[in-house]
Each structure stands twice: as C-alpha cells, then as structure tokens.
C-alpha cells in the first residue's frame, strides 16, 4: 500500500466510527510493544485506544494523541502546548506577556470579539504550594506561562478544549517545562500498580517471565515507585549479562579443552 493510499484509508476510517475503532485498536496493538511511545503507555493497549478515541475530537491521530492527552486520576488533561495549538488553529488570538514573577495571557476570539485576560503569578504559585517544586526553580517562566495559558483556556475557550482545559500539573501530576507529565516520560518517582510493573518487568527482560518472577521476589500485588522498579529493571538485566557472559566462558574453556 502506498503513502497516498494509507492517509486515504485513515481519512475514509476517521469519518466511520466503525471503522476508525478497528483502525486505532490495530495501531494500539502494535504501539503498546513500541519503546518510542510514551512510558505511561507501553503494554497499555487498552490506554492507547482510549486516547487515540479522545484525541478524535481534536483531530488527533493515535500518535499525536498520546503526546497531548492525558488522564490523571481518571481527569481528563491537556498538555498546555496544545492547548495553544487548538485555540489558535481555530483562528483565535492568543497574546502572552511574561515580566518577573508573572505571566499573562490576553485572548480574543474570532467569532464573537469577546476578549479575557488571565495572570498567573508566583505568588499564586506559593499559594498553590508549587514554587518549592524543582520544576518550578528550574523553569518559572515557563511554568507561569503555561498556568496562564490553561487558566485563559477554560474561561474564554471552553469549546475548544471540550473540557480538558486543566493541565497535567493542575490534576495533580508532576510535570517537566513543557507540561508533560513526568511519568509519562519515564521521570517521576509515582505509585504503579504490581500488574503494570510486572509487565514492564517482563517486556525488559525479553519476555523471560521466569526471571521476571525471580526479580519481583516476595513483593505479591503490592505496588511499588517507578524509582524502585527501574532499579528492579536494570539489575534484573545485570543478572542477565553476568549470566550471558558465564556462558561464554564455559564454552571457550570447552573448546579450548
């Protein structure tokens, strides 16, 4: 099938619920296995077609979806970025002003002229118990921007943002500069519950469920921190090479003899 031919089909399918269902649950199954995708979604196939329906409503592929869309504690997020992005797609104006310890967001909208301005400040961010997070020492520009921007969103475009107009970080997530959620990109040291932690075990190990078992040891359904599982990951695979690399000598002393 050409290039031309796969953006017809996946055109043909957006346009056909039935259709676009089956497209988005074969997708999901191949990227549920995909190291490139975000950390959150690997081995989530269910996850992936459920952002890739969500993102539908913004004209997302499954890609552009998981990159953008967001579910913390089962609350629909976007990252502010695309926020932006949808509002000024849809001929809106969006001017941002940053000074020290501030930022403000000045839209207008293409329809009706109505006009809303939204500040965001550190002051509100000492409020919100945020300034003392690493993130925000590291980037409180862009973090007061991306607060403001949000913040514009839900009061002057709430029907572009079909109400995810909270960001990651508002909905409880730790987020990097750009407001993607850390764990998401494999950064946050969170909760993740035995079943998903058990398959990222596996899939780390090539499948080796037998070594996965050895690895979780006593652990049971108890869930543990990402910070704990990739430690968990990466001597598992240690064990591995030392093991790989026993082998090796055995068979070179064989063959010597």
Not at 80 to 101: C, D, F, K, T, Y
Not at 211 to 229: H, P, Q, V
Request: proline share 2%; aromatic share 6%; charged share 30%.
């Amino acid at each position: 099938m050409t290039e031309i031919e796969l953006q017809e089909e996946r055109q043909v399918a957006r346009a056909d619920d039935g259709r676009y269902f089956d497209l988005v649950m074969r997708q999901a199954n191949v990227l549920s296995e995909s190291r490139i995708v975000p950390a959150a979604y690997r081995g989530r196939a269910a996850d992936i077609v459920a952002a890739g329906l969500a993102g539908r409503a913004f004209g997302w592929d499954v890609m552009a979806s998981m990159r953008n869309f967001h579910v913390i504690e089962g609350s629909a997020s976007l990252r502010p970025e695309a926020m932006l992005g949808l509002v000024r797609q849809a001929g809106h104006s969006v001017i941002i002003e940053n000074e020290p310890g501030s930022a403000t967001a000045t839209g207008k909208r293409l329809d009706t002229g109505d006009q809303h301005e939204a500040t965001f400040t550190l002051a509100d961010a000492e409020a919100a118990g945020l300034a003392g997070k690493k993130n925000w020492k590291q980037y409180q520009e862009s973090m007061l921007t991306w607060r403001a921007v949000s913040k514009l969103c839900r009061n002057l475009f709430s029907d572009v943002v079909l109400g995810a107009g909270y960001t990651p970080e508002e909905i409880g997530s730790d987020v990097d500069a750009e407001g993607v959620p850390l764990e998401a990109a494999g950064g946050a040291d969170v909760l993740v519950n035995s079943g998903d932690a058990k398959r990222r075990l596996i899939d780390a190990l090539n499948g080796d469920r037998d070594k996965a078992i050895k690895a979780w040891g006593d652990r049971d359904r108890a869930s543990i921190r990402t910070s704990e599982l990739y430690s968990l990951i990466e001597s598992a695979q240690s064990d591995l090479v030392i093991e790989a690399e026993v082998v090796d000598v055995a068979e070179d002393d064989a063959a010597d003899v």
